[in-house]
């Protein structure tokens, strides 16, 4: 049964949304105080989503809480696994993580990147990640034989790189990077799920955009807390989810 999952404190221990989130989703991707988070609302967050039996991962990012971790920084690697030390020191025992945002992003499509964080996760004992199925990341992960929790998003829009035949998520600067009707997100996760296909756009470089329809494999959909619908699509989603079991 594909699963929702969500990016949860992010907003603090206490943030309303968030509590009542964790009652509709199938695992919570945890801010370990990269791009947010604290000691606090890790420890809360753990508590609701042990007492809810529901899956948890290590969510691990740039260490940005400026940019909320959407934005690429130059590391050295030392630099970016002490940084992945320390966030994943938080939750040490967890064994599932989830980059966030552009370390998410970067590992999707950067080989080497994607090398030294599978080289980091065996170090640490981490025995599966979440990300997207044909990123690098994905592949990278496969080949040292550990897990690939197969990952769509409910509400944002994907690119398509016909070359590589690969996804990646659309640049949050342009307009139709994410999904804000609720509805369309919900039409959106719901042919990911049933048809195991998406809509992708290819843009060239004079801006013109195309949509054509490309497969996709999914275990689970994120859903974003800090998206406008985040809750009213987790309802939804949650609903119908339950009701083709």
């Known amino acids: 049964m594909i699963t929702i999952n969500c990016d949860i404190g992010e907003r603090g221990a206490d943030h309303p949304v968030d509590i009542e989130l964790i009652q509709y989703i199938g695992m919570a991707n945890i801010a370990c105080g990269g791009h947010a988070g604290d000691e606090l609302s890790v420890k809360a967050f753990l508590t609701r989503a042990n007492d809810r039996g529901i899956m948890i991962s290590a969510h691990l990012s740039y260490p940005d809480k400026e940019n909320f971790g959407r934005k690429t920084i130059s590391l050295s690697e ?49 025995e599966e990640v979440v990300t997207l199925s044909d990123s690098e990341l994905a592949k990278e992960t496969r080949s040292a034989g550990l897990t690939v929790i197969a990952e769509a998003f409910a509400e944002r829009n994907y690119w398509y790189n016909p070359r590589k035949k690969q996804l990646t998520l659309v640049s949050r600067g342009k307009d139709y990077a994410s999904i804000t009707d609720c509805d369309e997100a919900v039409k959106h996760a719901l042919k ?54």
């Not at 992003?105 to 640490?124: F, T």
């Not at 992708?200 to 004079?206: L, V």
């Not at 955009?209 to 974003?224: F, R, S, Y």
Request: aromatic share 6%; proline share 1%.
């Open 78 to 126: 030392e630099e970016l696994l002490k940084a992945l030390d320390a966030q994943h020191a938080m939750m040490f025992w967890v064994k599932t993580i989830k980059f966030h945002g552009a370390l998410y992003n970067d590992a999707n499509v950067d080989v080497e990147l994607a090398k030294l964080l599978v080289r980091w996760m065996m170090k640490k004992g981490i």
């Open 192 to 245: 990911i799920i049933r048809e195991g296909k998406t809509t992708a756009y290819i843009e060239d470089s004079q801006g013109n955009i195309t949509g054509i329809e490309v497969p996709i494999t999914a275990e689970t959909v994120c859903i974003h807390s800090d998206s406008e619908i985040a809750l009213e699509l987790a309802k939804k989603l949650a609903g119908y989810l339950a009701a083709e079991v």
